[in-house]
């Protein structure tokens, strides 16, 4: 009986261990991800108030008439970009929603031309979520996705090619020879639209690490 009975406690103190072991993993997950929500919340700030000012150099060396929502293609066309929502299982019962851009796809070819970014952005997250470390503020996440772009191989060609392509039809509006200021101000906000997706699925990553600790908590508590 006594054996039985040192025993059980072991194995209880061993499941005690293991839960808080757990617990202690999913506020710092949380930590991680607020300190990364706010970081990409700095990061998006930056890149729009630096859009803006490229597109205000763009129009005064072109000239108002040349930059002005007069010129804008208001005919029905396919969308070039699109957002897509997926549900990812947490666990058997919470579910988060995962958010993926898909950019510059061409009406001749559907295929949207972001799949590379959507792959480099899912890997990230993978990767933070196995490894919730506290990141120092002011890096950026976008900046890790760009090194890895950097990285791709050659096959990547093709879909920068396409991209560059569907960037200069976009701007084919304003005339055939763009100031250069307003191509940077056209990446400048486009960078702000990833921002933007990455900002929603940490949110959502938050939210759900925190739903985690909350319930977490009630089952001590109760």
């Known amino acids: 009986m006594e054996e039985e009975e040192v025993g059980s406690s072991e194995n209880g103190k061993v499941s005690t261990a293991q ?15 607020m300190d990364s929500y706010l970081t990409l919340l700095d990061s998006l700030s930056s890149t729009l108030r630096q859009g803006w000012l490229e597109l205000a ?32 299982d947490v666990d058997s019962i919470m579910t988060q929603p995962h958010f993926t851009l898909c950019k510059w796809a061409s009406p001749d070819n559907k295929k949207c031309c972001s799949e590379k970014v959507k792959f480099d952005e899912d890997e990230l997250l993978k990767r933070k979520s196995t490894s919730p470390q506290l990141r120092h503020r002011g890096t950026s996440q ?14 990547s060609l093709t879909v920068d090619n396409q991209v ?13 020879l763009v100031s250069p200021k307003l191509r940077v101000a056209q990446f400048s906000f486009e960078t702000a639209l990833e921002a933007l997706v990455e900002i929603a699925n940490m949110r959502s990553s938050m939210l759900s690490t925190y739903d ?8 001590r508590t109760g």
């Open 19 to 33: 839960q808080e072991q757990e617990e202690e993993h999913n506020v710092v997950k949380f930590l991680d991800s």
């Open 164 to 176: 560059q392509k569907e960037r200069s039809k976009s701007l084919s509006m304003f005339g055939a």
């Open 212 to 219: 985690q600790v909350q319930k977490e908590l009630e089952s």
């Open 57 to 88: 150099s763009a129009r005064h060396s072109m000239g108002a008439s040349r930059i002005n929502s007069t010129l804008f293609d208001l005919k029905h066309h396919a969308a070039s970009t699109s957002l897509q929502v997926t549900q990812n």
């Open 142 to 155: 976008y900046s890790e996705i760009q090194e890895k772009r950097l990285e791709s191989n050659g096959s």
